[in-house]
C-alpha cells in the first residue's frame, strides 16, 4: 500500500497552492501603423527585436507587419511613446486587428453577475477588440462582476464613408453543413474581410450556426444560388490568327467576341498585338459545403510549390477547382479540396489544419494557473489509523479514481517545469457534494484561472462550468459526464459511446470483404443493433431468447448461420455478462472445430466484435483465452501504455506502476498544459490543434454548437495471443 499511502500524503501537501513562482512580467501594447517595421518599432521602445519576438509567436523575423496589428512590447523605458500606446501595462495573449475607427466620446459601463464580453459588445455594437482597446485590463484578466468598463462611441457611419453602395452587397443565410471558409470561397473573399463585413462573428471562434445571416458582396454577373460567374481572360491576339481559330480555342463565337471588343470593329478586324477580352465559364458543380469539399486558408509567403507538395496535387488540378488562383495566390485565400484528399495534414470541421508541434512552440513566458477540483474524500479518511485508511481507499471507487488522476497529473506538471512552463496550481477537495462544491466556488476567483480540472460528478461540473462561463474559463471533464449540460467552455474528454460505435463500424466496413456478418444483441442492446444493421443490411441476425432467470442463444440455429467457406465475423451487443460468457463458449467452440474429411468441411473461422465495451464484458467468468482465440475486437478511449519516460517518472516518484487512472491523468494534464503554454487560451488553440496522443489517450476536441468540445478519438483494439494490441 505504499503506492496509495504515497499519493494521500501527496494530496494532503498540495492541496494548498503549489507554484514555481516566476518574476512577474511587465508590458507594453502597440498598434501596428502603416509602413512600421519590427526594427523601427523596437528602437522605439528601447528593446531588442528579439523580445518582441519572443512574445509575439504570430510573427515571423523578417515579415512585413499588417497595420493595426497588436503587437505585445515588454516593459522597460520607452524612447518616444507612440500617441496610441496603451497606458496601462497589460499582458496580451493574442488578438486580431483593432479598427481604426476613432470615437466621439466615451460612456461607462458596471459589469452586471452573469454578462459576457460578446453580450456587451452587442449591447452597444460595438467589437470584441474595440472594447478591449479602451479596456487594456480585459488583455490580461476577464470580465469580471463589478468591473467599469469604458465604452467608446461613434458617429452613425455615412454610406459614402464607408464606401459602400446597397446594390453591391447582399444578405446571405447559412444553410446546413456550412462553415465560414465554404461560404468565404463562395464569396471569392478572405475570412478578414468577412469578419469585416460581419463584425457581429466572433474573432476566436469559428462557430457559425444555420440560418445566421451575413452581408457578402454580391458576385458580379450572377448569384450564389446558381453558381456561375461570368469571367474574362485577357488574351493578346498573335500572328495569323482568325475567327474560326478563336472559336475552337476558346469555345466562344465570333460575334459574342466581337461584342465584347468593339475595337475589333472599330479597326477593321483581329490585329496582330491586339488585348480581347474572351468570356469564360466558371459552373461550381454541386453545392459547396462540407459535404463535398474540404479547406484550406492560404498562409503568409505560401507558393505553388509548397502548396502542390503539401496536396499532392499539380497546380493545374489545384486552378481548376480554385479559378481565383488565375489571377495569383494570396494569403488569406480560401482553397476548396477533394473531401477525399489525405495527406500529411489533418482535417478539422471541414477545414485543413498545418500540423503545429506543440513540444516546439512553448512560450515560456506563458504562466498558466489550474484548479484541481477532485473528490479525494479525505473527510472519510483517518491517516492516523493506516489499517482502516487502507480499507477506505480500496473501497471507494471515487477515491480511487481521483488520486489515479491526481497522481498523474502531478508527473504533467513537473514535466512541464522541466520545460520552462511556471505552472500554478491549485488543489481542492469538493467531497463528491454539490453544496461543497458551491462553497469553494464562493471563495474562488474564477477568472483568474485558465483552466479547471473537474469535478467528476455530473451536478458539481454543471455548477462549475456555469460559473466559470461568466469568464470564458474552459472546464475540463476527465470522466465520462452525460447530461443536460449545454454551455461552450466545458470539454468533455471521455470520447462518448455514439463516437466509439461509429468508429467500430467504419473500421469493419474498410476491411470487411466476404465475411459472414452476424449480430447477437439483447432486447437492451437494440439501439446498437439497428446501427449495425443499417450499415449491413446483409447481416444475420441471431435471436436471443429472454427469459426471466435465463439467457442464451440456441447454439443448433447458430450453426446453421454459420459459414464454413468464408470467416464469420459475429457483432456481440450486451451489458449481460451471463448471455457474453455464454456466447463466448459457444462462438469459440465452433472456432475449434477440426477440418472433417468424411463431411469435407473446413474448420469454421470466427472472429467476435462488439461496439459497446462495457465491464460485462471484462467478468472472471468470462474467459480472455476464449476471447483471444475469438480475437476479440472493440472500440476503446485508451490503450496499454508501454514502458516510456512517463512511466519511469512515476516510478520514481510513487514506486508503483501507474494505472489506467494516472496515464489519463497525465496525459490530459499534459495536454492541457501544452496547449495553454502555446497561447494561453484553452477555446482558442482548440480550433486549430487537430488530434494530439500521448502515453495512453489522444485527443480531438471539436465543438458542437453552444453544448460544449467533444473528444473524437478514440482506438481499435483487439485480442490476440492472450495480448491486447492496438490495431487502429
Same mark, same amino acid.
Given at each position: 500500500?505504499?503506492y496509495?499511502?504515497?499519493?494521500?500524503?501527496?494530496?494532503?501537501?498540495?492541496c494548498?497552492?503549489?507554484?514555481?513562482?516566476?518574476?512577474?512580467?511587465?508590458?507594453?501594447?502597440?498598434?501596428?501603423?502603416?509602413?512600421?517595421?519590427?526594427?523601427?518599432?523596437?528602437?522605439?521602445?528601447?528593446?531588442?527585436?528579439?523580445?518582441?519576438?519572443?512574445?509575439?509567436?504570430?510573427?515571423?523575423?523578417g515579415?512585413?507587419?499588417?497595420?493595426?496589428?497588436?503587437?505585445?512590447?515588454?516593459?522597460?523605458?520607452?524612447?518616444?511613446?507612440?500617441?496610441?500606446?496603451?497606458?496601462?501595462?497589460?499582458?496580451?495573449?493574442?488578438?486580431?486587428?483593432?479598427?481604426?475607427?476613432?470615437?466621439?466620446?466615451?460612456?461607462?459601463?458596471?459589469?452586471?453577475?452573469?454578462?459576457?464580453?460578446?453580450?456587451?459588445?452587442?449591447?452597444?455594437?460595438?467589437?470584441?477588440?474595440?472594447?478591449?482597446?479602451?479596456?487594456?485590463?480585459?488583455?490580461?484578466?476577464?470580465?469580471?462582476?463589478?468591473?467599469?468598463?469604458?465604452?467608446?462611441?461613434?458617429?452613425?457611419?455615412?454610406?459614402?464613408?464607408?464606401?459602400?453602395?446597397?446594390?453591391?452587397?447582399?444578405?446571405y443565410?447559412?444553410?446546413?453543413?456550412?462553415?465560414?471558409?465554404?461560404?468565404?470561397?463562395?464569396?471569392g473573399?478572405?475570412?478578414?474581410s468577412?469578419?469585416?463585413?460581419?463584425?457581429?462573428?466572433?474573432?476566436?471562434?469559428?462557430?457559425?450556426?444555420?440560418?445566421?445571416?451575413?452581408?457578402?458582396?454580391?458576385?458580379?454577373?450572377?448569384?450564389?444560388?446558381?453558381?456561375?460567374?461570368?469571367?474574362?481572360?485577357?488574351?493578346?491576339?498573335?500572328?495569323?490568327?482568325?475567327?474560326?481559330?478563336?472559336?475552337?480555342?476558346?469555345?466562344?463565337?465570333?460575334?459574342?467576341? *466581337?461584342?465584347?471588343?468593339?475595337?475589333?470593329?472599330?479597326?477593321g478586324?483581329?490585329k496582330?498585338?491586339? *488585348?480581347?477580352?474572351?468570356?469564360?465559364?466558371?459552373?461550381?458543380?454541386?453545392?459547396?459545403?462540407?459535404?463535398?469539399?474540404?479547406?484550406?486558408?492560404?498562409?503568409?509567403?505560401?507558393?505553388?510549390f509548397?502548396?502542390?507538395r503539401?496536396?499532392g496535387?499539380?497546380?493545374?488540378?489545384?486552378?481548376?477547382?480554385?479559378?481565383?488562383?488565375?489571377?495569383?495566390?494570396k494569403?488569406?485565400?480560401?482553397?476548396?479540396?477533394?473531401?477525399?484528399?489525405?495527406?500529411?495534414?489533418?482535417?478539422?470541421?471541414?477545414l485543413?489544419?498545418?500540423?503545429?508541434?506543440?513540444?516546439d512552440?512553448?512560450?515560456?513566458?506563458?504562466?498558466?494557473?489550474?484548479?484541481?477540483?477532485?473528490?479525494?474524500?479525505?473527510?472519510?479518511?483517518?491517516?492516523?489509523?493506516?489499517?482502516?485508511?487502507?480499507?477506505?481507499?480500496?473501497?471507494?471507487?471515487?477515491?480511487?479514481?481521483?488520486?489515479?488522476?491526481?497522481?498523474?497529473?502531478?508527473?504533467?506538471?513537473?514535466?512541464?517545469?522541466?520545460?520552462?512552463i511556471? *505552472?500554478?496550481?491549485?488543489?481542492?477537495?469538493?467531497?463528491l457534494?454539490?453544496?461543497?462544491t458551491?462553497?469553494?466556488?464562493?471563495?474562488?476567483?474564477?477568472?483568474?484561472?485558465?483552466?479547471?480540472?473537474?469535478?467528476?460528478?455530473?451536478?458539481?461540473?454543471?455548477?462549475?462550468?456555469?460559473?466559470?462561463?461568466?469568464?470564458?474559463?474552459?472546464?475540463?471533464?476527465?470522466?465520462?459526464?452525460n447530461?443536460?449540460i449545454?454551455?461552450?467552455n466545458?470539454?468533455?474528454?471521455?470520447?462518448?459511446?455514439?463516437?466509439?460505435?461509429?468508429?467500430?463500424?467504419?473500421?469493419?466496413?474498410?476491411?470487411?470483404?466476404?465475411?459472414?456478418?452476424?449480430?447477437?444483441?439483447?432486447?437492451?442492446?437494440k439501439?446498437?443493433?439497428?446501427?449495425?444493421?443499417e450499415?449491413?443490411?446483409?447481416?444475420?441476425?441471431?435471436?436471443?431468447?429472454?427469459?426471466?432467470?435465463?439467457?442464451?442463444?440456441?447454439?443448433?440455429?447458430?450453426?446453421?448461420?454459420?459459414?464454413?467457406?468464408?470467416?464469420?465475423?459475429?457483432?456481440?451487443?450486451?451489458?449481460?455478462?451471463k448471455?457474453?460468457?455464454?456466447?463466448?463458449?459457444?462462438?469459440?467452440?465452433?472456432?475449434?472445430?477440426?477440418?472433417?474429411?468424411?463431411?469435407?468441411?473446413?474448420k469454421?473461422?470466427?472472429?467476435?466484435?462488439?461496439?459497446?465495451?462495457?465491464?460485462?464484458?471484462?467478468?472472471?467468468?468470462?474467459?480472455?483465452?476464449?476471447?483471444s482465440?475469438?480475437?476479440?475486437?472493440?472500440?476503446s478511449?485508451?490503450?496499454?501504455?508501454?514502458?516510456?519516460s512517463?512511466?519511469?517518472?512515476?516510478?520514481?516518484?510513487?514506486?508503483?506502476?501507474?494505472n489506467?487512472?494516472?496515464?489519463?491523468?497525465?496525459?490530459?494534464?499534459?495536454?492541457?498544459?501544452?496547449?495553454l503554454?502555446?497561447?494561453?487560451?484553452?477555446?482558442?488553440?482548440?480550433?486549430?490543434?487537430?488530434?494530439?496522443?500521448?502515453?495512453?489517450?489522444k485527443?480531438?476536441?471539436?465543438?458542437?454548437?453552444?453544448?460544449?468540445?467533444?473528444?473524437?478519438?478514440?482506438?481499435?483494439?483487439?485480442?490476440?495471443?492472450?495480448?491486447?494490441?492496438?490495431?487502429e
Open positions: 500500500m505504499k496509495i499511502f504515497n499519493q494521500v500524503y501527496t494530496i494532503c501537501a498540495f494548498v497552492l503549489v507554484s514555481c513562482t516566476a518574476m512577474a512580467q511587465k508590458f507594453d501594447t502597440h498598434a501596428v501603423k502603416r509602413g512600421e517595421t519590427l526594427e523601427s518599432i523596437s528602437k522605439l521602445y528601447g528593446v531588442s527585436t528579439e523580445s518582441i519576438l519572443q512574445y509575439n509567436k504570430e510573427i515571423k523575423a515579415q512585413d507587419l499588417r497595420p493595426n496589428t497588436i503587437l505585445v512590447v515588454p516593459g522597460s523605458s520607452v524612447v518616444s511613446k507612440p500617441a496610441n500606446s496603451s497606458t496601462n501595462n497589460t499582458t496580451v495573449s493574442d488578438q486580431e486587428s483593432v479598427t481604426s475607427r476613432e470615437p466621439i466620446g466615451f460612456t461607462e459601463h458596471r459589469v452586471k453577475k452573469r454578462e459576457t464580453i460578446f453580450g456587451i459588445t452587442q449591447m452597444y455594437n460595438i467589437t470584441e477588440d474595440e472594447l478591449k482597446k479602451y479596456n487594456p485590463v480585459l488583455y490580461a484578466s476577464p470580465l469580471q462582476k463589478k468591473m467599469d468598463l469604458r465604452i467608446p462611441k461613434y458617429a452613425a457611419p455615412k454610406e459614402e464613408d464607408l464606401g459602400i453602395n446597397e446594390d453591391d452587397f447582399e444578405k443565410t447559412v444553410a446546413a453543413k456550412e462553415t465560414r471558409w465554404s461560404i468565404a470561397h463562395k464569396y473573399i478572405t475570412i478578414d468577412m469578419l469585416v463585413l460581419n463584425p457581429g462573428l466572433s474573432k476566436s471562434d469559428s462557430y457559425l450556426s444555420e440560418g445566421y445571416e451575413l452581408l457578402m458582396p454580391k458576385i458580379a454577373g450572377s448569384t450564389v444560388k446558381n453558381q456561375v460567374t461570368q469571367l474574362y481572360t485577357s488574351y493578346t491576339v498573335p500572328a495569323k490568327m482568325n475567327f474560326y481559330r478563336l472559336e475552337k480555342e476558346f469555345g466562344v463565337k465570333s460575334d459574342e467576341i *466581337v461584342r465584347l471588343n468593339p475595337e475589333i470593329t472599330e479597326r478586324g483581329l496582330e498585338g491586339m *488585348v480581347i477580352r474572351i468570356p469564360e465559364q466558371r459552373v461550381e458543380t454541386g453545392e459547396i459545403n462540407t459535404d463535398n469539399y474540404i479547406f484550406y486558408e492560404v498562409k503568409p509567403k505560401q507558393n505553388e509548397r502548396l502542390t503539401k496536396f496535387m499539380t497546380w493545374a488540378e489545384l486552378t481548376q477547382l480554385n479559378p481565383d488562383l488565375k489571377d495569383g495566390l494569403a488569406g485565400m480560401i482553397l476548396k479540396l477533394p473531401k477525399d484528399k489525405v495527406g500529411d495534414f489533418e482535417v478539422k470541421n471541414a485543413v489544419l498545418d500540423k503545429v508541434n506543440l513540444l512552440s512553448i512560450n515560456v513566458a506563458v504562466k498558466p494557473k489550474l484548479l484541481f477540483m477532485l473528490p479525494f474524500r479525505l473527510d472519510k479518511v483517518n491517516l492516523s489509523d493506516k489499517e482502516n485508511a487502507e480499507k477506505t481507499i480500496d473501497s471507494r471507487r471515487d477515491m480511487t479514481i481521483s488520486l489515479g488522476l491526481y497522481s498523474g497529473a502531478l508527473v504533467a506538471i513537473d514535466s512541464l517545469n522541466s520545460l520552462g511556471s *505552472v500554478d496550481v491549485k488543489t481542492v477537495d469538493n467531497q457534494s454539490l453544496a461543497k458551491k462553497e469553494i466556488l464562493q471563495g474562488e476567483q474564477l477568472g483568474g484561472y485558465s483552466a479547471v480540472f473537474g469535478p467528476l460528478d455530473v451536478p458539481s461540473l454543471k455548477e462549475t462550468a456555469i460559473q466559470a462561463s461568466r469568464f470564458n474559463v474552459p472546464v475540463l471533464a476527465p470522466v465520462t459526464a447530461s443536460d449545454s454551455l461552450e466545458v470539454f468533455y474528454s471521455y470520447t462518448d459511446e455514439e463516437v466509439l460505435w461509429k468508429h467500430m463500424l467504419d473500421y469493419v466496413e474498410n476491411t470487411h470483404k466476404d465475411e459472414t456478418l452476424l449480430v447477437i444483441a439483447d432486447e437492451n442492446n439501439k446498437e443493433k439497428d446501427a449495425i444493421l450499415r449491413f443490411p446483409n447481416a444475420k441476425v441471431v435471436v436471443v431468447k429472454e427469459e426471466e432467470k435465463n439467457i442464451g442463444i440456441n447454439r443448433d440455429k447458430l450453426q446453421t448461420l454459420l459459414s464454413d467457406q468464408v470467416p464469420n465475423w459475429v457483432f456481440v451487443e450486451s451489458d449481460n455478462y448471455l457474453i460468457a455464454s456466447v463466448v463458449s459457444i462462438l469459440n467452440s465452433f472456432n475449434n472445430t477440426a477440418f472433417d474429411p468424411l463431411l469435407g468441411k473446413d469454421v473461422s470466427v472472429r467476435m466484435f462488439t461496439t459497446d465495451m462495457n465491464p460485462a464484458f471484462e467478468n472472471d467468468v468470462i474467459s480472455n483465452t476464449h476471447l482465440n475469438l480475437k476479440f475486437t472493440y472500440p478511449v485508451n490503450k496499454a501504455v508501454a514502458n516510456s512517463f512511466v519511469d517518472n512515476y516510478r520514481k516518484r510513487f514506486g508503483d506502476d501507474p489506467k487512472y494516472a496515464v489519463r491523468g497525465f496525459d490530459l494534464t499534459y495536454d492541457l498544459l501544452l496547449k503554454a502555446y497561447k494561453n487560451n484553452l477555446l482558442d488553440v482548440s480550433r486549430f490543434i487537430g488530434e494530439t496522443e500521448y502515453n495512453g489517450n485527443f480531438n476536441y471539436q465543438r458542437k454548437g453552444i453544448a460544449g468540445y467533444y473528444n473524437q478519438s478514440s482506438y481499435i483494439m483487439m485480442m490476440d495471443d492472450l495480448r491486447i494490441k492496438t490495431i
